[in-house]
Each structure stands twice: as structure tokens, then as C-alpha cells.
């Protein structure tokens, strides 16, 4: 029998190596995930992971055993991530800074590929999307992220990110008028100014 999130935390707390590479094992692709979704760079990614672990690691004593794991997991790498901004942002850039000639997201409606041609076309949007999202300015990847792959809903982006409900709320709509403006040039959609 697998042995539960909660009883490795406790022993990664005792201090036992073995729990905290059992806890890297289990977590350390979702954690690599999440951070290359919102770094869009491979070397990034694997700092930002290295430097959630540190605090996860180090914060194991706060995490309270009774709620689960993923989500506070997730929480640190989103902490981790706008601590890694603020360092990297240019000085005088402010996070906030929006693009000059707002563009627009594509929602995943397609239907699953039942053929040759339907795969190949889903691979191709796909990557299209990941392209255009990479291209979106970090704050904007960042709340579409949590939205549309994590599934967060916009009161808890504002709670893990902290910043205002309707400040979400903008920079998914700017996101995703963004991305639609940027697909509609491969679909040839008819994209409202």
C-alpha cells in the first residue's frame, strides 16, 4: 500500500533523507511543469523549481497535516514565481504594464482527434497555443495558467497571487483577447477590435 502525502511529510519533519527524496520523486515533475508553463524557459523552470523545493523543504514545519499537500504545494511555486519576477523584472517595469495593441485565448473546444488528420491538427494548434502563450507577458501567462490548466477558480488566483479579484479578472480577459488576436491569423477568425 502506497504510503500517503501526509506520513512522508512527517518523516521528511524527523529529518529522514529517504521521505524528503520520496517528496522530490512524487512532486518534482508537477513542480517543473507548473514552473515552465509560467517561465517558458527551460533553465527558469529548473531554478524555479530548485528554489521551490528549498522552500518547501524549509516550510514543511508550517504546512498544516490535516489539509492537502498539492495545493499548498502549488501555492509555494506561485510564490516562488513573483518572487522570481520582482528579481528579473527591469527596473522602472512594472508587472501591471500592459501591451501596446491588446491581443486575445483560445478556449478548448476542439473535439478529440478520431483520425490521422485530427491528430496532426491538434498537435499543430497546440503548439501554435503554447507559442502564443509563451509570447504573453508574465503576469497574463501566469493567471491563464492557473485558470485553464490548473482550474483555479479567479478568487483563488487572486488569494494565491495576491492580487486583486479584478485585477484577475483583466488580466484574463487581456490574455485571452491577446491570444485570440494572435490564433485568428493561423484560423483566419474574424477577431472585434
Given at each position: 500500500?502506497p504510503i500517503d502525502d501526509r506520513q512522508?511529510?512527517?518523516w521528511c519533519?524527523?529529518g529522514r533523507?529517504?521521505?524528503y527524496r520520496?517528496l522530490?520523486?512524487?512532486?518534482?515533475?508537477?513542480?517543473y511543469?507548473?514552473?515552465?508553463?509560467?517561465?517558458?524557459?527551460?533553465?527558469?523552470a529548473?531554478?524555479?523549481?530548485?528554489e521551490t523545493f528549498?522552500?518547501i523543504?524549509?516550510?514543511l514545519?508550517?504546512?498544516?497535516?490535516?489539509?492537502?499537500?498539492?495545493?499548498?504545494l502549488?501555492?509555494v511555486?506561485?510564490n516562488a514565481?513573483?518572487?522570481?519576477l520582482k528579481?528579473?523584472?527591469?527596473p522602472?517595469?512594472?508587472?501591471?504594464h500592459?501591451?501596446?495593441g491588446?491581443k486575445?485565448?483560445l478556449?478548448?473546444?476542439l473535439a478529440?482527434p478520431d483520425?490521422?488528420?485530427?491528430?496532426?491538427e491538434?498537435?499543430?494548434t497546440?503548439?501554435?497555443l503554447?507559442?502564443a502563450t509563451?509570447?504573453?507577458p508574465p503576469i497574463?501567462?501566469?493567471?491563464?495558467?492557473?485558470?485553464h490548466q490548473?482550474?483555479?477558480?479567479y478568487?483563488d488566483i487572486?488569494?494565491?497571487?495576491?492580487?486583486?479579484l479584478g485585477?484577475?479578472?483583466t488580466?484574463?480577459f487581456?490574455a485571452?483577447?491577446?491570444?485570440r488576436q494572435?490564433?485568428?491569423?493561423?484560423y483566419?477568425?474574424?477577431?472585434?477590435?
Amino acid at each position: 500500500m502506497p504510503i500517503d502525502d501526509r506520513q512522508v511529510i512527517i518523516w521528511c519533519r524527523e529529518g529522514r533523507e529517504e521521505a524528503y527524496r520520496e517528496l522530490l520523486t512524487r512532486y518534482e515533475s508537477y513542480v517543473y511543469k507548473l514552473s515552465y508553463s509560467l517561465t517558458r524557459h527551460r533553465e527558469d523552470a529548473l531554478d524555479l523549481t530548485q528554489e521551490t523545493f528549498i522552500k518547501i523543504l524549509n516550510g514543511l514545519n508550517g504546512f498544516q497535516l490535516h489539509k492537502p499537500f498539492v495545493p499548498w504545494l502549488r501555492q509555494v511555486t506561485i510564490n516562488a514565481y513573483i518572487a522570481f519576477l520582482k528579481k528579473k523584472a527591469p527596473p522602472g517595469v512594472s508587472l501591471e504594464h500592459e501591451l501596446p495593441g491588446e491581443k486575445t485565448v483560445l478556449r478548448d473546444t476542439l473535439a478529440g482527434p478520431d483520425d490521422l488528420h485530427q491528430e496532426v491538427e491538434w498537435r499543430d494548434t497546440r503548439r501554435i497555443l503554447q507559442e502564443a502563450t509563451g509570447r504573453l507577458p508574465p503576469i497574463y501567462r501566469m493567471v491563464i495558467y492557473l485558470r485553464h490548466q490548473e482550474e483555479m477558480s479567479y478568487q483563488d488566483i487572486a488569494d494565491a497571487t495576491g492580487l486583486p479579484l479584478g485585477s484577475v479578472k483583466t488580466y484574463l480577459f487581456r490574455a485571452r483577447k491577446h491570444l485570440r488576436q494572435e490564433l485568428s491569423q493561423f484560423y483566419g477568425w474574424e477577431v472585434s477590435k
